[in-house]
Structure formats: structure tokens, C-alpha cells
């Protein structure tokens, strides 16, 4: 597993391919170190992500872990306000 930084970064919306409010990417096409702790009084790990068009900020909190049939992390969930939601597979 990968060690977590500190403080994430903040990720362009553009690295995801999105269908209305949730937005997907592999592990691979991201920073090597895109996560990290999102506030300093909490024990809360994601990443911010900023939309190219606005440019508004908007914090992602990990949440959910997906399985593949054999029971293998296949992928994490992370949720923000606003029921958006992105998903990156090969984490």
C-alpha cells in the first residue's frame, strides 16, 4: 500500500470521465500521491478536486472499499458534498 502524504493534492476534474455527478479513473493515471489527510483535526484521507470550468474546489473523503470476486481491494470510493462521488479502480 502506498504511504499517505500529509496533505493531498488537488486534482483537475478532468482526470476522471464522468456520468452526471460521479466520476471514475485508474489509480494509474493519477499523481502517485494524490491522497492524503483533508483536515488536520481529523483522521479523514482523500483529495480535493478542482473543476477546470469553474475552478471551485470541492473535498473528496474516502468512503467506500470495492471487492472483486475473489475478495481483492479493487478499488476505493470517495464521496464530497453535494452526492458527488468518485470512484478509482486499481488503488
Not at 13 to 33: I, N, Q, R
Amino acid at each position: 500500500m502506498k504511504s499517505r502524504p500529509a496533505h493531498p493534492m488537488v486534482l483537475s476534474a478532468a482526470l476522471f470521465t464522468w456520468t452526471g455527478k460521479a466520476g471514475a479513473a485508474f489509480a494509474s493515471d493519477l499523481p502517485e500521491h494524490y491522497y492524503g489527510r483533508v483536515w488536520d483535526d481529523s483522521p479523514d484521507f482523500g483529495f480535493f478536486c478542482r473543476s477546470p470550468k469553474t475552478g471551485v474546489v470541492v473535498t473528496f473523503v474516502e468512503g467506500d472499499v470495492i471487492l472483486d470476486r475473489e475478495g481483492s481491494v479493487a478499488g476505493r470510493k470517495y464521496h464530497a458534498e453535494g452526492d458527488l462521488d468518485i470512484t478509482i479502480f486499481n488503488t
